[in-house]
Each structure stands twice: as C-alpha cells, then as structure tokens.
C-alpha cells in the first residue's frame, strides 16, 4: 500500500513537471511561430491558446509550491492552494471558450 502511495505521488510529480514544460513549450511555439499567429489562428483564438498556456503553468507552478510550504504556514498555505484553484478553473474557462469560439465564428459566416 506505502509502495503504491509513494509510487503515485513520484508520477504526479513528474507528470506536473512534464505539463509545465509542455506549457512552457506551447508559449514559446505561439509567441515565436509566425504562420500560427497570422494564418492559422485568429486574434481571439491566439489569446485563448495563450492565457490557458499561461493558467496552466501557474497551476502546475503553485501545484508545487504546496508540496514545499510548511504546513506551519496555514495562511500562505491556503492562498496557494486558492491561486492552484483559481487558476485551474481560468485554464477550463479557456479550454472551454476555444470551441464556442469557433462555433460563434461559423454562425457569423453562415449569417453574412
């Protein structure tokens, strides 16, 4: 039971570590790729993509953090953990305003 605790805690750490190099990656393609940002993806499209890069890199950022303060510090402690909530419900607002995007932009071709 210890071994399979201790096992799944070292991959939810991993895994957090390779999302927020993903994250990290996914930025820099956005912000440094020149066909994404003025073919590919509209204005809105490319502010959604990059504040949900963004949300999810300070999630996976206070994610660790709780990991590393005390449990002394309750105050600190609880802000942390209200930033790692906070912003994990930003990333699915933008995740979740990416399709009906889309789908508010081919009403308004359809209309005209």
């Not at 953090?65 to 419900?89: E, N």
């Amino acid at each position: 039971m210890i071994q399979t605790c201790i096992t799944h805690s070292a991959f939810m750490h991993s895994m957090t570590i390779v999302s927020f190099f993903g994250s990290a990656l996914g930025l820099f393609a956005l912000y440094y790729n020149e066909d994404l940002r003025d073919k590919d993806l509209d204005q809105t499209q490319w502010m959604l993509f990059s504040m949900a890069f963004g949300y999810w890199m300070m999630h996976c950022t206070t994610i660790a953090l709780v990991r590393w303060i005390p449990q002394d510090w309750m105050v600190v402690l609880m802000g942390v953990k209200l930033t790692a909530f906070g912003s994990a419900l930003l990333t699915f607002s933008c995740g979740l305003s990416l399709p009906l995007n889309q789908i508010a932009q081919q009403n308004q071709t359809e209309e005209v």
